[in-house]
Nanobody, 114 residues
């Protein structure tokens, strides 16, 4: 059974940091390009960071220099280190393959507020 489980979200003040984790089961994780996506109410889900199966990374301009995506194929887990967080980073964060092939998990809420 394929499952995506995101964790690590929370409430943080502007300028703070969080590390998100997403553990994937039911697929051969290492062969997939993976991404972190986020969604706010009334907006489409957007891709903010991607990591290829070879470890190459790309970021949306809005998070470049502040977010770092990484993966641990032995643990079937993809991470998102988020630094210098801004209120506009507030969203529900999800992981999935690139392109999106799996049913979405429950996501993890990130709220940046003082």
């Amino acid at each position: 059974q394929v499952q995506l489980v995101e964790s690590g979200g929370g409430l943080v003040e502007p300028g703070g940091s969080l590390r998100l984790s997403c553990t994937v089961s039911g697929i051969i994780f290492s062969i997939y390009n993976m991404g972190w996506y986020r969604q706010t109410p009334g907006k489409q889900r957007e891709l903010v960071a991607e990591i290829t199966r070879g470890g190459g990374t790309n970021y949306a301009d809005s998070v470049k220099g502040r977010f770092t995506i990484s993966r641990d194929n032995a643990q079937n887990t993809v991470y998102l280190q988020m630094n210098s967080l801004k209120p506009e980073d507030t969203a529900v964060y999800y992981c999935n393959t690139i392109p999106v092939l799996l049913s979405w998990g429950q996501g993890t809420q990130v709220t940046v507020s003082s």
